[in-house]
Every structure is written in structure tokens, then in C-alpha cells.
């Protein structure tokens, strides 16, 4: 099993309607972080977390909020989708100590139509 | 803020040739980490090597290197012996040594294409 799932793989939704993604780990780590790539601009911040109390907005959190229920999980909602937020999500988790690696997500591709 | 810029949109290499991709940044911190990551057309992304900033040695993995110039902020990674799976899109990507919640920045990549 991959150490940090992330669902759906691909989702096409309609403008307006409420979309979650979900993100799941299994490296035991405490730091959670989800990322939006475009084409171009590379991957961007949306939010991340370094326990289940502590939420922090990125560069780009305008339109999202996330939620993270466990250690383990984190997830990440468009309130409203819009056609602008068609794009490539990536969850990324990382454990504490300078040297530690990010361990990313397979991604899911976004459509919103 | 730190930023990271990857001026070459697109490089070619012919297969068992070398090639370079460049990558600068911008920061204030004297200490912090730099990273090239590999993302196939799978969308997975693969760390390919990383440096720390207080190393003046230049990092290897295998067939891949990097030229650390830390006064220029200059960090390129060197394909040695380029392989037809090296195709991908690869991220420079820079991460502070503490503090900042630790994020990492991204470039906006280089897209690899190998040819016979």
C-alpha cells in the first residue's frame, strides 16, 4: 500500500458544487501539507497542518478549507468549485527533523466543468 | 519570501548523453535545502536528490549530480548517461533549514524529453 493515499484519483464536478478530497497517511508523521499544481506555475500551497490543532493557510487558500480529523488524515474541500480551480492536488506529508523527505500523494486531477 | 526559478521550460537529450537543468532561488536564510524531484507522466512525485545548504560538497545519486553554488544561488542538476525513462517533468524545489513551517517551494519546472 502506498504511504499516503489520496481520493479520487480523478474527479470531474460541476460548477458550484462541493468537493472534498481526501488524503490519508501511513508514515506516522505529524506534518500534513496540500499543494495545487498548474501547468507552468508548478506546485503552490494551499494549507498545511502540524497536528490535528494546528491549520495553517498557504499561498493560495482562497476558495478551499481543509480538515484534519486524525494525525492521519487530512483533507482538503472546495466550498463552491469554479472552472479556475481545475487542476492537480497533491497531498505531501514530512515528519519532524530537518532531513526528513516529503512523501507525496499520487494526486488528484480536478475538472471542473 | 523565497522563490525558485527554473528558466527552461523544455530541454532534449539524446539517450546515453548528458544534460544540465538549471534552477535559481532566492533567500535570505543562510541554511536550508535544496531538492530536484522527478514527476513521470505516472504524476508521482520522486525525490531525486537533495543538498543542504552547509554542505560545500556537491550531492550525487547514481547517474544524477548537482553544482551547488551557494554565494551565486544557483543549484543545476546533471543527468549523466540519459536513459529513456529519465522523460519527465522535474521541480527544483527549496526548503528552509527550520521555521517558515518548513515549506517547500517550487520552481516551475523543466519538462525532460529524451530522444533515441
Known amino acids: 500500500d502506498a504511504d499516503v493515499t489520496q481520493t479520487p484519483r480523478n474527479r470531474i464536478t460541476k460548477t458550484g458544487k462541493r468537493i472534498m478530497l481526501e488524503c490519508s497517511q501511513t508514515k506516522g508523521h505529524d506534518r500534513m501539507y496540500w499543494y495545487r499544481q498548474d501547468p507552468g506555475l508548478g506546485l503552490r500551497l494551499i494549507y498545511y497542518?502540524?497536528?490535528?490543532?494546528?491549520?495553517n493557510k498557504g499561498e493560495i487558500s482562497d476558495g478551499y478549507s481543509v480538515s484534519r480529523q486524525a494525525q492521519a488524515k487530512f483533507s482538503l474541500s472546495l466550498e463552491s468549485a469554479i472552472p479556475n480551480q481545475t487542476a492537480l492536488y497533491f497531498c505531501?506529508?514530512?515528519?519532524?527533523?530537518?532531513?526528513?523527505?516529503?512523501?507525496f500523494g499520487q494526486g488528484t486531477r480536478l475538472t471542473v466543468v | 519570501a523565497q522563490t525558485v526559478t527554473q528558466s527552461q521550460p523544455e530541454m532534449s537529450v539524446q539517450e546515453a548523453e548528458t544534460v544540465t537543468l538549471s534552477c535559481t532561488y532566492d533567500?535570505?536564510?543562510?541554511?536550508?535545502?535544496l531538492f530536484w524531484y522527478k514527476q513521470p507522466p505516472s504524476r508521482q512525485m520522486i525525490l531525486v536528490i537533495r543538498q543542504e545548504a552547509y554542505k560545500q560538497q556537491n550531492a550525487t545519486e547514481n547517474r544524477f549530480s548537482v553544482n551547488f553554488q551557494k554565494a551565486a544561488k544557483s543549484f543545476s542538476l546533471k543527468i549523466s548517461d540519459s536513459q529513456l525513462g529519465d522523460a519527465a517533468m522535474y521541480f527544483c524545489a527549496y526548503r528552509p533549514w527550520a521555521g517558515t513551517a518548513s515549506k517547500l517551494t517550487f520552481g516551475t519546472g523543466t519538462r525532460l524529453q529524451v530522444t533515441l
Open positions: 505531501a506529508t514530512r515528519g519532524t527533523g530537518g532531513r526528513t523527505e516529503a512523501f
Open positions: 497542518s502540524f497536528d490535528v490543532k494546528d491549520i
Open positions: 533567500t535570505s536564510e543562510s541554511d536550508y535545502y
